[in-house]
Nanobody
Framework: QVQLVESGGGLVQAGGSLRVSCAASGLSFRRYGMGWFRQAPGKEREFVVAISWSSSNAGYADSVKGRFTISRDNAKNTVYLQMNSLKPEDTAVYYC???????????????????WGQGTQVTVSS
């Protein structure tokens, strides 16, 4: 059974930094592209960033470019999201997800992802 578990969320002041992690189990992690999405209250889930299985490619939403960085450690079956210069509008539940197919690149489309974590809350105060 594939399982994704996010951690590292919390409360941070605007301008601060936070790193969230997503630990995967039950799959050959290194074969799958991974993505981070977020959902704020009253809003639809939106793409944040994604990384290919090989880490050679990554794509970022315009709203987070230059502030957020995705990385992965295949030895630890973990993908990370480093968030710097946080803004109140970054407040949301952050979800990680794994691509449906192996050896895929990054994708911003939620439908390309088959397994999702339970989410971790990130709150940025002004």
């Amino acid at each position: 059974q594939v399982q994704l578990v996010e951690s590292g969320g919390g409360l941070v002041q605007a301008g601060g930094s936070l790193r969230v992690s997503c630990a995967a189990s039950g799959l050959s992690f290194r074969r799958y592209g991974m993505g981070w999405f977020r959902q704020a209250p009253g809003k639809e889930r939106e793409f944040v960033v994604a990384i290919s299985w090989s880490s050679s490619n990554a794509g970022y939403a315009d709203s987070v470019k230059g502030r957020f960085t995705i990385s992965r450690d295949n030895a630890k079956n973990t993908v990370y999201l480093q968030m710097n210069s946080l803004k109140p509008e970054d407040t949301a539940v952050y979800y990680c997800a794994t691509r449906r197919e192996e050896w895929g690149g990054y994708s911003s489309r939620p439908d390309d992802y088959g397994v999702w974590g339970q989410g971790t809350q990130v709150t940025v105060s002004s």
